[in-house]
């Protein structure tokens, strides 16, 4: 059985993927999710989504811009990101 | 006979119902309700265990597919706005840009907000047609109005040199000369 380690690294594979298919487009937060829990068995539940984004951008693989007028950030993919993969 | 597998049912439909099937899944209709409509819709008996099979096998691609759409949506919308230089400012394309893409990449979208963009886009098509009349009108006027001076150039001169006339009467009459009597 995966370690949770194991899967967190799996889901932010899975992150990465999906950013880089964006092809430098910004992905907002709740479609990133969704596509997450699509594409990641067993789906993530929503914290552990947001965990693995967290985490990509505190290390600088994923950059998020937020709204001036508010709302959830978009995301996308940053050169190290691109060179993870 | 052997009954068919319920996956390989599901493998078997005809692409549009594929296509249908993929559609409840990816926009997030547990199994259980996919299960009651493809019974319902295509008369066919399902598992969940075959509409995971059938999941892993169509939606994963699809999904990877839509993705692309929606990026060369965007990519589209960009070619189209890029075209007409001074029409937006970079911010503008951009951010026209940017919308085109999570509207595409959004199964859930608004049809009408997809058709709002376009309609943006396509009006300030419309907006340059006319700005080009405009200016081709405006051309035609002057083109007409240089014809006429030629062809009246003396009475203007003598107009110009009366000096019992004011600058307004000088105008007038000018005027009166190059273009007739105003319409009623």
Same mark, same amino acid.
């Given at each position: 059985m995966a370690t949770q380690e194991t899967r967190n690294v799996d889901g932010r594979r899975h992150v990465l993927q999906v950013l880089r298919d964006c092809d430098g487009y910004l992905l907002p937060e709740n479609s990133l999710i969704d596509q997450l829990r699509l594409q990641v068995a067993p789906a993530p539940t929503m914290s552990e989504a947001e965990e693995w984004i967290r985490w990509l951008d505190s290390n600088g693989y994923i950059a998020g811009i937020r709204s001036e007028l508010g709302g959830a950030p978009k995301w996308k993919i940053t050169d190290k990101g691109k060179l993870a993969l | 006979m052997r009954k068919p597998r319920s996956d390989s049912k599901l493998m078997n439909l005809p692409e549009e119902q594929k296509a249908m099937l993929c559609d409840w899944l990816l926009s997030g209709v547990p199994y259980h309700q996919v299960r009651v409509l493809v019974k319902k819709e295509f008369s066919v008996s399902t598992s969940l265990a075959a509409l995971s099979g059938f999941y892993e096998t169509f939606c994963s691609a699809e999904l990877i597919a839509r993705r692309r759409r929606a990026v060369s949506t965007a990519d589209e919308i960009a070619k189209e706005v890029e075209s007409?230089?001074? @029409?937006?400012d970079a911010a503008t394309i951009d951010a026209l840009k940017q919308k085109a893409f999570e509207l595409s990449v959004?199964?859930?979208?608004n049809p009408k907000d997809v058709k709002s963009l376009f309609m943006l886009v396509l009006k300030s098509r419309d907006q340059d047609l006319s700005e080009r009349n405009i200016e081709l009108a405006r051309e035609k006027f002057e083109f007409d109005a240089a014809k006429a001076a030629l062809a009246v150039l003396p009475e203007l001169r003598k107009i110009a040199t009366? @000096?019992?006339?004011?600058d307004d009467d000088k105008l007038r009459q000018a005027r009166l000369k190059l273009f007739g009597d105003l319409p009623e």
């Open positions: - | 007409k230089p001074g @029409r937006f959004n199964p859930g979208a009366d @000096r019992s006339l004011t």
